[in-house]
């Protein structure tokens, strides 16, 4: 193994990750490795920033997806700069900023609901009477809603 290459043992123990999360993180594209004569996983020292990054993201609570598209800004086989890490904190404060709005809304039209559990079609918040709003939409549209 030349000097600058882990195994994915390695990077594993030093990320603090089960080896199963580099082959997923791996086949999401979020990380990448060579092959080594035996054909095994071999990575350079710039996965432990990736994988750091990952970790961090995940810690915000952003999504998968969120830390895919942002990956795919970044140079495929070097390691999140400062720059980098800047532009990518700063849209993750965005969504996450977003996301706490919701879920404060959200927290504010349950306070009826506390220990209610009437699910009144009339007066309930969480109640969609007649599914009205799944004839134009799928999911939890008023979760989503950011009105
Ligand atoms: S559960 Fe009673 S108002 Fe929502």
């Given at each position: 193994m030349e000097k600058q290459e882990l195994s994915v043992g390695q990077v594993a123990r030093r990320c603090g990750v089960a080896v199963s999360a580099l082959h997923f993180y791996e086949?999401?594209?979020?990380?990448?490795?060579?092959?080594?004569?035996?054909?095994?996983r071999r990575y350079g020292k710039d996965v432990i920033r990736r994988v750091s990054v990952i970790k961090a993201a995940q810690q915000?609570?952003?999504?998968l997806a969120e830390i895919e598209?942002?990956?795919?800004s970044l140079p495929r086989h070097k390691a999140p700069n400062r720059t980098h890490w800047q532009a990518l904190s700063e849209s993750w404060h965005q969504a996450l900023s977003a996301r706490i709005r919701k879920l404060e809304k959200l927290r504010d039209s349950l306070t009826g609901c506390i220990g209610c559990g009437c699910l009144s079609m009339d007066n309930c918040p969480l109640y969609n009477p007649d599914d009205v709003l799944g004839e134009q939409h799928t999911g939890p549209v008023m979760l989503e809603r950011d009105d």
């Open positions: 086949r999401k594209g979020l990380i990448f490795s060579s092959r080594s004569a035996g054909n095994q915000l609570g952003v999504s598209s942002a990956f795919a």
